[in-house]
């Protein structure tokens, strides 16, 4: 309608009788915020500023983990709050994702380095608190289930600690560790050379989106990844035109 706008605007300047477009004629989404891309040295500097920024050894161990497997797997940080203890498969390496957004549950395998991580943090947790009043992964020094506005008001004293995203166009969130995430993977897809098309269905499932399309979004959240995909596309045209 933009478009259509700025025509219209156009030939009424050769014909009197155009009619141009209202403004707020039709609804319109708010405009598209760039998700910030974490770099691995912003990943670990912020997770290294826990233990410099909290006090509680069993609270920067928690948040350190937290951020570290949201980094690692792509989860929602509802997701990872609201993980239990039964959810973590230690033998098979995979975290069950209970009825997440659109009521969809699913199943995340992970790296065994993270898998690790998650034992070794399980370890000092049961050390701290023997007797949990909850069932949640992640404790509070409460005992109790993390917080989603408390959460997030640490990452933010984190990330101003850690001088991550100074002066980027849109301040880093939390949520952009899955975009982070996303985007990584998509990469190392495209620098293989393997048939991306055919695995994003695969990423879809493993990030629990509802339909791949939502996945394609990625696509164009990081120039890098972007310029790939279009290289990847002059490639088949070209092939196809030979």
């Known amino acids: 309608m933009t478009a259509a706008r700025g025509f219209a605007r156009y030939l009424s300047g050769i014909d009197a009788s155009t009619q141009v477009p209202p403004l707020g004629l039709m609804p319109h989404r708010a405009p598209w915020r760039r998700p910030f891309i974490y770099s691995s040295a912003d990943i670990e500097a912020v997770m290294a500023e826990a233990h410099h920024l909290i006090g509680s050894s069993l609270r920067a161990a928690t948040y350190e983990t937290l951020i570290g497997l949201l980094a690692a797997s792509g989860l929602r940080i509802g997701e990872a709050i609201k993980l239990d203890r039964d959810d973590v498969d230690w033998v098979q390496g995979v975290l069950l994702i209970r009825e997440s957004k659109f009521g969809k549950s699913r199943l995340v395998p992970l790296h065994p380095s993270t898998m690790q991580a998650l034992a070794d943090y399980a370890q000092l947790r049961d050390k701290h608190q023997p007797q949990p009043s909850r069932p949640s992964f992640f404790v509070s020094l409460k005992r109790k289930r993390l917080l989603y506005a408390v959460v997030q008001q640490t990452f933010r004293q984190l990330i ?63 120039p890098e990844l972007l310029a790939l995909a279009a290289a990847r596309q002059d490639t088949a045209w070209s092939a196809a035109r030979s």
């Open 160 to 222: 101003d600690a850690a001088g991550v995203g100074v002066g980027a166009p849109s301040p880093p969130r939390l949520h952009d560790m899955r975009h982070t995430f996303a985007v990584r993977t998509l990469l190392c897809w495209y620098r293989e050379a393997g048939d991306v098309q055919a695995k994003i269905p695969s990423l879809s499932t493993y990030l629990g989106h509802r339909e791949p399309a939502s996945t394609y979004w990625y696509l164009s959240a990081a």
